[in-house]
Structure formats: C-alpha cells, structure tokens
C-alpha cells in the first residue's frame, strides 16, 4: 500500500473568498432577534481535523482562493475583506489565532487568480485563460501532493481538471449547500441552491432572475447539502454523501437559512462524506 494512503490523505481546499464574503464568515449575522457568529466551511473543517478522528484520516496542506482583485465584480464582493485579514475592513473569513495542528491557517493560503473571469465570455482570449488558469491550479496542486481536493463555493467550473482522463480524476470533491441528487425532489443546484429553497419553501420556483419572474410550484420545506464527486457539469457529479435535515421556517431570511443549512446539514455532510471517501480510497488501495 502506498505510504501516504497508510498514513494521512493530503487534502486540499479550494474556495472562491467572494463566496465566503457573501455568507459573511466570520463575522456575526442577524438571527431572528439576536445575532450568531457565521462559521464558514473551512473553519469547520479545521476544527474537526484538530479534534476529532477526521484528523487521523487527513493532512490539510493547502488553502487555495482563485480571486483576483483586479477584476472589478471581485474587487466589489470583497471590498469590506479583501483577500487577507491585513486588508480586511473587520473580521476576516476565519479567526487569525485558528491552526490546523501546530500550523496557522494563514500559512496555507496561496492565490491561484481566476483572472481570465474578466475576458469576454466565450471568446478565444477566455478560453485560453481559463485553460491557462486549469494549468496553474493543478501545478499547485501538484506541489502540494494533493490526494483529495475538496472544492467549496468556488464559483467555476472546471473543464480539464474534472475531465475522466485528468489526473485528478475521483480526487476532486466538492461540498454544494444543497441536494444534488438526481432523483431527489429536494435537489438544489448551482449558483441559487440557497435562494431556490427559500423560494420553493414558498411554493415559488425563481424562472428569471433578472426580472424576477416566477412560477407556482409545490411547496418543500427542506433543503440540504451534498458532498460529491467533480465533474465537467454544475453539481452533477455522483453523490459521496448527503444531509436533508434543515427545515425552513417561512420567516427565514436566505442569512438565518444559510446559517440553519449550515450547521445541520452542510458541515455534516462535509465530515461525513471525508470519512467515508477516506474509507473508499483506503480500501481500494487494500484490494490492489
């Protein structure tokens, strides 16, 4: 069996830090009539590698963002937290005293910049630039000798990296704040996952977000989160584990929801999913 399987998977995280900017974490939101403080994934995550027996299973080794503050929308989405808390208007996204181990969480950030989001859609120059921007994120990840690659709110799709034949093929997971599953009357994928519970809690389904358009739908008053495989598709990849445990309450604003899915239904599948894809890729090396 090889070494690292026998001792710990390197993990790796990758994020969009606009995404945990608009979650607000690390910061404390309005709840009801009192406030709570917003832990974002990685600060979950950190803290069950540190203490419990997630942290026999896994090595974090490196905390990828694909910002870049040149483009104007990201400059925008991050002005009150920038990308590092020496920028940060406020709380940064996690604690500053927050170690994985013997190790600051600061110390593992590094930016590979998705800076070809800024080019014209489509165009030749963005094809390029989001092959070159594939290029320099697996270069990175193969610096960092990644053996699992846990995406969370990285807010593109991967081509290359998710293809069948990428090295990195089954080795890129991505946490999704909502149920992925195909066949699932609950699923809720992409970008609106939170907001298209919100919604559907209100028997409304959102057909045009730019006008706002909408339809009558049957009621569901549930959502969840996914852990599951990456694929080339937007939240198609096969389901590792997931949580349907987070009732919405027809007052919830998309904060308190996002809080609620969080915390009953996103971490859980987030650490549950780890152990049972550490599990699956332990046992296959075993059979080999």
């Known amino acids: 069996m090889d070494n690292k399987i026998m001792g710990k998977l390197k993990?790796?995280?990758?994020?969009?830090?606009r995404n945990a900017a608009a979650d607000m974490a690390g910061r404390r939101i309005a709840y009801k009539h009192e406030t709570r403080y917003m832990t974002s994934p990685l600060e979950h995550l950190v803290t069950q590698l540190n203490c419990s027996d997630l942290g026999e299973?896994?090595?974090l080794t490196g905390v990828i963002f694909d910002d870049d503050l040149t483009h104007s929308l990201d400059s925008q989405k991050l002005q009150d937290y920038g990308t590092s808390r020496v920028a940060c208007n406020g709380a940064w996204v996690?604690?500053?005293t927050l170690k994985v181990g013997n190790k600051l969480v600061d110390e593992l950030l590094c930016c590979v910049p998705s800076s070809y989001r800024k080019l014209p859609k489509g165009s030749q120059a963005w094809r390029e630039g989001k092959q070159d921007f594939e290029q320099r994120l697996e270069s990175k990840l193969d610096e960092l000798d990644?053996?699992?690659v846990l995406l969370d709110g990285l807010i593109?799709?991967?081509d290359q990296l998710a293809s069948d034949d990428s090295a990195y093929a089954q080795r890129i997971v991505n946490i999704h704040p909502g149920?992925?599953?195909?066949?699932?009357v609950y699923q809720r994928r992409g970008a609106t996952a939170t907001l298209d519970a919100l919604y559907g809690a209100q028997g409304k389904k959102v057909i045009n977000w730019q006008t706002m358009e909408m339809v009558n739908v049957d009621a569901l008053d549930k959502t969840g989160a996914s852990l599951h495989y990456v694929d080339q598709g937007i939240d198609s990849g096969p389901?590792?584990?997931d949580v349907l445990n987070t009732q919405i309450l027809p007052e919830d604003t998309i904060f308190e929801l996002r809080w609620n899915n969080f915390q009953q239904s996103l971490f859980p599948a987030m650490t549950q999913g780890l152990?049972?894809?550490a599990k699956a890729k332990i046992g296959a090396e075993e059979v080999r």
């Open 11 to 17: 993990l790796v995280y990758v994020c969009s830090l």
């Open 57 to 59: 299973l896994y090595e």
């Open 94 to 96: 996690y604690p500053e």
């Open 146 to 148: 990644a053996d699992v």
């Open 156 to 158: 593109v799709i991967l």
């Open 179 to 184: 149920i992925t599953k195909e066949a699932s």
């Open 239 to 241: 389901v590792i584990y």
């Open 275 to 277: 152990h049972a894809l």
